[in-house]
T-cell receptor
Framework: EAGVTQFPSHSVIEKGQTVTLRCDPISGHDNLYWYRRVMGKEIKFLLHFVKESKQDESGMPNNRFLAERTGGTYSTLKVQPAELEDSGVYFC?????????????FGPGTRLTVL | QKEVEQNSGPLSVPEGAIASLNCTYSDRGSQSFFWYRQYSGKSPELIMSIYSNGDKEDGRFTAQLNKASQYVSLLIRDSQPSDSATYLCAVISFTSGTYKYIFGTGTRLKVLA
């Protein structure tokens, strides 16, 4: 069974440009999460999808970030326009359930560098 | 104040020794705790989950949970150089209608051959 995949693995863009990150969850997992790790800090929650619906987007930094999950399968996270502080590693995770015992499976992350 | 705290390390142990990794958390209502292992540039990989006070063993790994002290630890017996990685402690927090992970910064473990 394939794990969570993310594309691209690395992205280097200039300030002001747009970048779109993609996540493919484990097949059959309704729950999809985005997290971000800024250098030297802990991995932080961004948002949670249940199928195609946003359950919680309380961790999204600002309105330059837009996440979508059309059809309830893969998800995209767009940053427009990118700023220097957006640099970091963006992780996607998926899980079958979203209760207090849910085990989340992570992708390898996309390393975003904004110059 | 950080919600989940870990010593960033590096924690260096000789091959064959026991590595002890510690984590404290601030949310007394937390019920679920996870340890992930992350090799550089790779996915965080779930290695242990624990929900009840006490010890939970899986192979060379033992997770220990003490909810009264808000403390969770991971012991790795017979440490191998291949165990060298960053170990992330994650605690489930229910806020804004979602059960989400709160991570510590991770502890870097080095097992010396």
């Amino acid at each position: 069974e394939a794990g969570v995949t993310q594309f691209p693995s690395h992205s280097v863009i200039e300030k002001g440009q747009t970048v779109t990150l993609r996540c493919d969850p484990i097949s059959g997992h309704d729950n999809l999460y985005w997290y971000r790790r800024v250098m030297g800090k802990e991995i932080k929650f961004l948002l949670h999808f249940v199928k195609e619906s946003k359950q919680d987007e309380s961790g999204m930094p600002n309105n330059r970030f837009l996440a979508e999950r059309t059809g309830g399968t893969y998800s995209t996270l767009k940053v427009q326009p990118a700023e220097l502080e957006d640099s970091g590693v963006y992780f996607c995770a998926s899980s079958q359930v979203s209760d207090s015992y849910n085990e989340q499976f992570f992708g390898p992350g996309t390393r975003l560098t904004v110059l | 104040q950080k919600e989940v705290e870990q010593n960033s390390g590096p924690l260096s142990v000789p091959e064959g020794a026991i590595a002890s990794l510690n984590c404290t958390y601030s949310d007394r209502g937390s019920q679920s705790f996870f340890w992930y292992r992350q090799y550089s540039g790779k996915s965080p990989e779930l290695i242990m989950s624990i929900y009840s006070n006490g010890d939970k063993e899986d192979g060379r790994f033992t997770a220990q949970l003490n909810k009264a002290s808000q403390y969770v630890s991971l012991l790795i017996r017979d440490s191998q150089p291949s165990d060298s990685a960053t170990y992330l402690c994650a605690v489930i927090s229910f806020t804004s209608g979602t059960y989400k992970y709160i991570f510590g910064t991770g502890t870097r473990l080095k097992v010396l051959a």
